[in-house]
């Protein structure tokens, strides 16, 4: 059974700053394109990175400078390290798999509020 486990998720004031991990399946991990979303009440899920196996990265306009993905290759994780966090960063945040473009597999969430 495939799984993605988020964890890291939690209170911060604003400006600052946090990181979230996701343990993948070892199964499919070599062979994903690995991204994060997040979802804010009332709003719909938000692309926010992505990282290839390669290495490749790209981000949303509204957390480029800001946020940081990074795969580790070695024990099948992959980290968001979100820096100057704002209010508007409150949101779930979830981590996603593109297994080779045919299959796509999303972890549960973790809640990240940024609160003074």
């Known amino acids: 059974q495939v799984q993605l486990v988020e964890s890291g998720g939690g209170l911060v004031q604003p400006g600052g700053s946090l990181r979230l991990s996701c343990a993948v399946s070892?199964?499919?991990?070599?062979?994903?394109?690995m991204k994060w979303y997040r979802q804010a009440p009332g709003k719909e899920r938000e692309w926010l990175a992505t990282?290839?196996?390669?290495?490749?990265?790209d981000y949303a306009d509204s957390v480029k400078g800001r946020f940081t993905i990074s795969r580790n290759n070695a024990n099948n994780t992959v980290a968001l390290r979100m820096t100057s966090l704002r209010p508007e960063d409150t949101a779930v945040y979830y981590c996603?798999?593109?297994?080779?473009?045919?299959?796509?597999?999303w972890g549960q969430g973790t809640q990240v509020t940024v609160s003074s």
């Open positions: 996603h798999a593109n297994q080779r473009g045919l299959w796509v597999y």
């Open positions: 070892e199964s499919i991990f070599s062979d994903s394109v």
């Open positions: 990282i290839g196996g390669g290495g490749i990265l």
